[in-house]
Each structure stands twice: as C-alpha cells, then as structure tokens.
C-alpha cells in the first residue's frame, strides 16, 4: 500500500512514533507509590481527600501531576482506587518500576473480588490492558488483550452507529429491497441465522478467565457486562437472530 492511501496519515510509522509519546516514563515515581507492604485493606475503608494544589502546578511530566490529576477524579472515593489508577498509569509507561507491578499485582491476587464491584467499566477496560502488558501469565496476558480489543471495538463500533441516532437496543431496520455490499478485506459476512461467530468469542473468553485465579473477578464482571447489556452489537445480534426464528 502506498503511504498515500494509509487510512492514518503517515502510517504506523506516525503512529508508533504518537504511542511512543504517550509511553515516556514518569519523572518521580519513587516518591509517590507506598511501601510494598503497605495495608491495602486499609486502603478500601480510607477516603481520598482532595488535592492540596492544582495538578497543571506540577510539573508537565511528573509521577506528581498524574497523581494529583487522579486525586480530583477519585476525591471522596476509596484510596483504593486512588492508587490502582496511578498504577495503571506507571504501569503503561516505560519502564515501570518493580514496585508498581509488585503492589498491582497484590491487589488483584488479594483483593480483587473486593475492588472488581468499585470499578467503572472505564478502568476495568484500563485494568485489561495492564493485564495484557504486564501481565505474569500467559492467561493474563491472553485475556488483558481479548477484553481490551473487545470492549474497544465495541466502543468504537457502537460510537459510530450512535450516530445513525437509532438507539443501541434496536437493531437496524431491514429494507426490502435492499443492496448487499461486501465485508472490509474479503470476509464472508456473519450468518444471523446460523453463525456462532459471537458465542465462540464469548466462550473462549471466559475459559481464559476461569483458567487464571487473579485475572478471573475481572474477565467475570466484563463478560457479563457484555452479557447483560442489550444495547450493544452483542445484544443487537441475538434480537435479529430471535426476530428471523420467529419469522420461520
């Protein structure tokens, strides 16, 4: 492909050098995270109080900034959150140190029944791609970027109909008369009447979460999301496929 015809100008290359961007370590971190040993119980009953000074009067790219930039969205909430935040934040960025992988990972495999039920779809969508970053199993690792992909493209998928201004629990109408046009990179469209294409993502899914103890909590709570929830793609396609059995 000519580098005229890239959907994204300037191709990967344009991106890769965007994401590398976004990836610079932060400066300080060593004075912001706790002792590895600290009580993250405790962390669930404490309150996060409000910044003492505007994150914008940190500097641009310290561990500090991000810190009190979090403090204003968790303020009132558990510390809990507070600090799992900061550390998805280090954790996505170069070169993280040990201890923020080693306090991650203590309160998922302590904790993570309790914090699963106080995180937004937002950051368990955040938390799935540390997992697939830096996740200590292949498991992890596997299912952090099968939900991160999954719950990403449906954003993106259902961001995009929104715009049709149909609501996400109507699948669109079907014309009469009406023009069959051909899938992005030669696929065969998916069989409404007969395609499992969407019960087989589910499945395997789930049995990478049932198969990694720390992960599993989040792979359940996400995958029921998406099994719960009737106004996404997900959703859409088992109303077509229930209207097409009604029709016979």
Request: proline share 6%; glycine share 8%.
């Amino acid at each position: 492909m000519d580098e005229g015809e890239n959907l994204y100008s300037g191709g990967f290359a344009s991106l890769l050098k965007r994401q590398e961007k976004r990836q610079r370590r932060f400066d300080g971190v060593d004075n912001i995270l706790p002792l590895e040993d600290t009580d993250l119980a405790a962390l669930f009953e404490a309150v996060t109080p409000p910044p003492a000074q505007h994150y914008e009067d940190a500097p641009r790219y310290s561990a500090q900034r991000k810190w009190l930039e979090l403090q204003v969205e968790f303020a009132g909430q558990p510390k809990i959150l507070h600090l799992h935040a900061m550390l998805i934040a280090i954790s996505r960025r170069d070169d993280p140190p040990p201890c923020a992988d080693a306090l991650f990972f203590r309160i998922w495999r302590d904790h993570g029944n309790r914090l699963v039920p106080l995180l937004t779809p937002r950051w368990m969508i955040s938390t799935a791609t540390t997992f697939s970053d830096r996740g200590e199993t292949g498991a992890q690792r596997a299912l952090g970027m099968g939900l991160s992909v999954l719950f990403d493209m449906i954003k993106l998928h259902d961001s995009e109909r929104r715009r049709s201004g149909q609501p996400g629990r109507s699948p669109f109408r079907t014309m009469a008369k009406r023009k069959t046009f051909p899938l992005p990179f030669g696929m065969d469209a998916y069989g409404f009447r007969g395609g499992d294409l969407d019960k087989i993502l589910l499945a395997r899914l789930w049995q990478l979460a049932e198969s990694d103890a720390i992960i599993r909590p989040l792979g359940f709570a996400m995958l029921r999301l998406v099994m719960s929830d009737q106004r996404s793609i997900f959703a859409r396609i088992q109303a077509i496929k229930a209207k097409l059995k009604g029709d016979g």
